[in-house]
Each structure stands twice: as structure tokens, then as C-alpha cells.
């Protein structure tokens, strides 16, 4: 069975600093790693994805998560954090095998950006 | 491009109720999803489609749940007999078929049941 284990259910961070939000899976085949946000009111965005070519992946407004296979782990980060990043993010997994199937998501890290 | 889009956006119903939502996906899209995300949580999947074949169903979608999509095109989901723990939100999303890894997302149904 596949998992997603996000450490953190809150994170705080001073506008400008960096923004990590942590991700752990558990996969019995090679996985398929994403983050969304979910801003108010508002249905998942894909911020960036991980199909098994780059371990470094860049997503839009300025995200982006590393793929370590030895740690489990696919964290998100930005150097410094705006205003509007304020919003829930979602890790989710997908097995690779099938791709394009559904998604077992993590709960969710809310984060504030403090001004 | 649209994108996905739901209908109701906001639903309250009496316990006992039958409710039905609607899902529009991306036009050339033949993949659709539905998830259920209650608060403080991940969405949860219920099911998948690919045109009109309902490929997937979780253990989540008890006998009162029922979903179709019976042109390839939108699909509904059926609440029969709505109970308190039915709310939620309803989560649509589609995808472009096989190879593609992304997930568009509706802004979702919200159910409140009374």
C-alpha cells in the first residue's frame, strides 16, 4: 500500500524566509510524488510533480522538491516566502506502475506566512 | 479551457436526503476522479473512470454512494439516504489518459448535512 506522511500540521514562517514543508512516503514500487495547494475556498493546484526523471524538480511560483530515495522523502521548499503562499499543502503518492491512477494524499500542512 | 468544473458549489440537506453532484471535466480528458476531503484532511479517493467504464471503487463508497458518467463526457455522484458523517467536500478531477500525471481539480461540492 502506498502512504504519505506530512510532519507538521502548521508552519510558521517570516515573509522572506525559507519555506521548507516535509513529506515522507511509503511505496512498494517506484512512486509518482506531486504537491498541490489548496488555497480558500478553492479546489488543488499542482505546484510540481516527480515521474522519475529529475530528483530535483522546479514547480511554478518559485517551489520546488528533491526526490531522495534513501530517506523516503520529498520535501518542498522556497528561498523566501511571499505573502500569498499562505495556503494548505498536500504531498500526495501515485504508483508508478499505473501512473496515471489516483492519489493517496497526506492531511495537509497549513501555512502562515508572518509579516 | 475551462477547466473542471462542479455544480452544486455548496449543498445543505436534511438527514435522510438524497443529493446528487455534478462534475464537468476538461474537455479532452477521459480520465475523471472523484475524492471526498473532510476538514483537516487529505482528500480521500472514492472512485475513477475512464470514458464510461468505472475502473476503480474504494471501500469508502458504501452501497448509498453511486457515481456515473455514462457518455465518457461528465459525471454525477449520488448520495442516497445523506447521514451527518456525508459531510464533506467532493473533490472532481480529470486527467488526459494514460502517460499524464496530472490531476486538474474542481473547486469541489461542499455537502453539509443537517
Known amino acids: 500500500a502506498q502512504s504519505v506522511t506530512q510532519l507538521g500540521s502548521h508552519v510558521s514562517v517570516s515573509e522572506g524566509a525559507l519555506v521548507l514543508l516535509r513529506c515522507n512516503y511509503s511505496s512498494s514500487v517506484p512512486p509518482y510524488l506531486f504537491w498541490y495547494v489548496q488555497y480558500p475556498n478553492q479546489g488543488l493546484q499542482l505546484l510540481l510533480k516527480y515521474t522519475s526523471a529529475a530528483t530535483l524538480v522546479k514547480g511554478i511560483n518559485g517551489f520546488e522538491a528533491e526526490f531522495k530515495k534513501s530517506e523516503t522523502s520529498f520535501h518542498l521548499t522556497k528561498p523566501s516566502a511571499h505573502m500569498s503562499d499562505a495556503a494548505e499543502y498536500f504531498c500526495a503518492v501515485s504508483l508508478s506502475n499505473f501512473g496515471n491512477e489516483k492519489l493517496t494524499f497526506g492531511t495537509g500542512t497549513r501555512l502562515t506566512i508572518i509579516p | 479551457d475551462t477547466g473542471v468544473s462542479q455544480d452544486p458549489r455548496h449543498k445543505i440537506t436534511k438527514r435522510g436526503q438524497n443529493v446528487t453532484f455534478r462534475c464537468d471535466p476538461i474537455s479532452e480528458h477521459n480520465r475523471l476522479y472523484w475524492y471526498r476531503q473532510t476538514l483537516g484532511q487529505g482528500p480521500e479517493f472514492l472512485t475513477y473512470?475512464?470514458?464510461?467504464?468505472?475502473?476503480?471503487k474504494s471501500r469508502l463508497l458504501s452501497d448509498r454512494f453511486s457515481a456515473e458518467r455514462p457518455k465518457g463526457s461528465f459525471s454525477t455522484l449520488e448520495i442516497q439516504r445523506t447521514e451527518q458523517g456525508d459531510s464533506a467536500m467532493y473533490l472532481c478531477?480529470?486527467?488526459?489518459?494514460?502517460?499524464?500525471?496530472?490531476?486538474?481539480f474542481g473547486p469541489g461540492t461542499r455537502l453539509t448535512v443537517t
Open positions: 473512470f475512464q470514458n464510461e467504464a468505472q475502473l476503480e
Open positions: 478531477a480529470s486527467s488526459q489518459g494514460q502517460d499524464s500525471y496530472e490531476q486538474y
